[in-house]
């Protein structure tokens, strides 16, 4: 179940949605849902639809329906069953409020994904590359060639140190249990060393795995071409 904001409600009637704009769960795609009746029971309002699509059938349910004069009386909409959103990382956001055309394709990549059209999707992630190389690389050296720039930008952006002192800092936190107590480590310490621990052993462990298979589905899907994606050499 996922809560529906008042933007994906394309018309409305007493404050209550009678045609929604969401992503069915039986297809996966936007679709415009049009509500059927919607019943009333206490505080709650409830109602059925069925995508013009697949015919899947969705419930909506309006919880705390107590002012008729707002929208959705002042309660919240939920949908069921539901697509699971892909978020985009706040963290990562905030770091590109200095770049906004970098945070725009970063945040386009996560609507097309949620979106289901994974062509926009791949572009948009091509157009980020670029995006970076703009960015990080001196502009001495930018080549205005984007597989160039990339090579330049892995040399320019030399992550092994940052990865060296990421293995460092947990260390230096084992040795403050070690040496000064459980009692020094705080839950803050913890939390942190956790999450640079999964980011270490996902540098190690995960990362290389995880091209290998992207660039076997890149192969796969240029033995079998399909109109529109990726056009030219990978
Ligand atoms: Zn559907």
Known sequence: MITIGKTAVKTWRSNLPTELSVRCAGCRKHRF?????????????????????CQESSFFVVTGFVNSNELFG??????????PQREA???????????????????STVDFFNDDDPA?????????LEGLAKHFVNPASYKNNLATDLGTLAKERN????????????????????????????????????????????????????????????????????????????
């Open 74 to 83: 002042g309660g919240t909409l939920y949908m069921d069953p539901s697509v």
């Open 89 to 107: 990382s706040a963290e990562l956001s905030s770091a590109m409020d200095a770049m906004p055309e970098l945070q725009r394709d970063y945040l």
């Open 159 to 234: 992550l092994a140190p940052t990865i060296e002192r990421l293995s460092t800092t947990i260390r230096k936190a084992g040795n403050t249990g070690a040496h000064f107590g459980a009692s020094r480590v705080t839950t803050e310490i913890a939390v942190s060393a956790m999450q640079m621990v999964e980011q270490l052993l996902t540098l190690h462990l995960l990362l290389d795995f995880r091209v290998t298979s992207l660039q076997t589905l890149i192969e796969e899907a240029h033995a079998k071409p399909i109109p529109g994606i990726l056009v030219g050499p990978p």
């Open 120 to 128: 926009s999707l791949v572009l948009t992630a091509r157009r980020l």
């Open 33 to 53: 849902l049009a509500i059927g009746t919607w019943q009333q029971h206490g505080p709650m309002r409830y109602a059925h639809a069925s995508c013009p699509g």
